[in-house]
């Protein structure tokens, strides 16, 4: 049967007013910054609304066992929980391999995987809708999407040889293109943005975000420093030297006068002013699933949101930031990690031919796949003790024809409800129904 995408005039089910409420309820927390850029267009209201989306999903019953290609295994796995678009890009793993993957784990929690593919797809379809792309031929960037995703999730189950994760020697087009430009940045470039030269030495800029700390608030950082130190594996304190702080500072979250987070800057790997590290210490804020779709023996396993963040990014990535680690501050879980210079993001607006776009999408696919397997070899932690990527397999197996119509469906329906849906965001932020964070 034809696909028969569902339009933005038809939003079935839901009067304004009882949406209305959803979204307020679903963005409470979010601050004013964070509003003002969601309503820029939908896309923007999409990305920054992973709150809305899981309660949607949870509602539905999309994450119950017996719906498709969920199971005990499938409905349980670690996934992005925010992954759109804009939530891929180059990084330098702990083997000095610029690798192009996902990045981010603020959302990170265990559930469906079918979240995370139903997200992707229909920012796939929102970003084609805005550039006046058909429905026909949306459906095909979203099953071409679906089938690299397919393909290399069962090259993984049966050998994760076959399917090396996406490097300079490995990757083509623009991802290719992002690695590439993350390669020309350097260590010296951010350091010069970040940091001023003083008596011979480097301290942190302030800078419009910055807050100056007391000796009282400085010594609690460094409290907390420690704690983070003792997350550390002993392979990465060879060098203690590495880790002696030479300043630090507070900063301003986007829309609020608190301090959301704070810069720390370290000898690194050598004596020379070239080899300082920047790292980044930042409160974790608890994901939008365990709210929607809570699983009580994550309390089991983990402390706080800043150890959650940790063991998602490090069961996301395989060969995670060195520098990853995670600690407490007055009861709060804080992530901690390098700023790296070759952090690099995939410019969509950049890509203007048709074909450039289509191969960008079916590498989101393979680099999804290649996320949700990426714990394969390693010490497996309790929450998700079996290989995922052999579970999805097995799953994706049973109804291989489904899967890409599936997505397709959901991806033109979810698009078609985010336009509506940031329609009436746009006039809650401007009649102020939002609380001023």
């Given at each position: ?143 071409a999407f679906a089938a690299a995703y397919r393909e290399h999730v069962h090259a993984l189950a049966s050998d994760a040889d076959t ?34 030269r003083c008596d011979g030495e480097r301290r942190l800029a302030v800078g419009h975000d910055g807050v100056e700390l007391d000796a ?222």
């Amino acid at each position: 049967m034809p696909h028969a995408p569902t339009r933005d005039t038809a939003r079935p089910g839901q009067d304004t007013a009882r949406r209305d409420g959803e979204i307020l309820a679903a963005l409470d927390t979010a601050p004013e910054g964070a509003l003002r850029r969601m309503a820029g267009s939908p896309a923007a209201f999409f990305r920054g609304a992973a709150p809305l989306f899981h309660h949607d999903l949870a509602e539905s019953g999309a994450g119950a066992q017996g719906t498709p290609y969920l199971d005990e295994r499938t409905a349980r796995v670690w996934i992005h929980g925010d992954l759109h678009a804009g939530s891929f890009g180059g990084y330098l793993d702990a083997t000095g391999r610029l690798v192009f993957g996902v990045t981010g784990s603020g959302e990170s929690y265990v559930g469906p995987f079918t979240w995370d593919l139903k997200r992707c797809a229909a920012s796939v379809a929102l970003l084609g809708h805005a550039r006046g792309l058909s429905d026909a031929r949306i459906t095909e960037l979203v099953r071409a999407f679906a089938a690299a995703y397919r393909e290399h999730v069962h090259a993984l189950a049966s050998d994760a040889d076959t399917a090396p994760p996406c490097t300079l020697d490995t990757a083509d087009g623009p991802l290719l293109a992002v690695l590439r430009a993350a390669r020309g940045r350097t260590r010296a470039g951010l350091l010069a943005s970040r940091t001023e030269r003083c008596d011979g030495e480097r301290r942190l800029a302030v800078g419009h975000d910055g807050v100056e700390l007391d000796a009282a608030a400085r010594y609690t950082i460094l409290a907390a420093f420690d704690g983070y130190l003792e997350t550390l594996p002993e392979s990465s304190l060879t060098r203690p030297e590495a880790y002696r702080i030479k300043d630090v500072v507070g900063r301003r979250g986007t829309g609020t006068a608190d301090t959301e987070s704070y810069d720390l800057l370290l000898e690194g790997g050598s004596d020379v002013l070239e080899s300082d590290v920047v790292l980044t210490m930042r409160r974790a804020r608890t994901p939008s699933l365990a709210r929607y779709r809570p699983l009580p023996d994550v309390a089991e396993h983990v402390r706080h949101d800043g150890q959650l963040a940790v063991l998602a990014r490090c069961a996301l990535q395989t060969h995670a930031d060195p520098w990853l680690g995670w600690t407490a501050l007055d009861g709060a879980g804080l992530v901690v990690g390098e700023v790296s210079p070759y952090t690099t993001g995939l410019d969509w607006s950049g890509l203007d031919d048709p074909e450039e776009f289509a191969a960008a999408v079916v590498g989101l696919g393979r680099v999804t796949a290649a996320a949700h397997a990426a714990g394969d070899g390693k010490a497996r932690h309790p929450l998700v003790p079996f290989r995922p990527e052999r579970a999805i397999d097995a799953a994706l197996a049973a109804d291989e024809d489904g899967f890409g119509p599936l997505l397709a469906d959901f991806a033109h329906s979810c698009a078609a409800r985010a336009r509506a849906d940031h329609a009436l965001f746009v006039e809650l932020l401007r009649d102020g129904r939002f609380p001023v964070r």
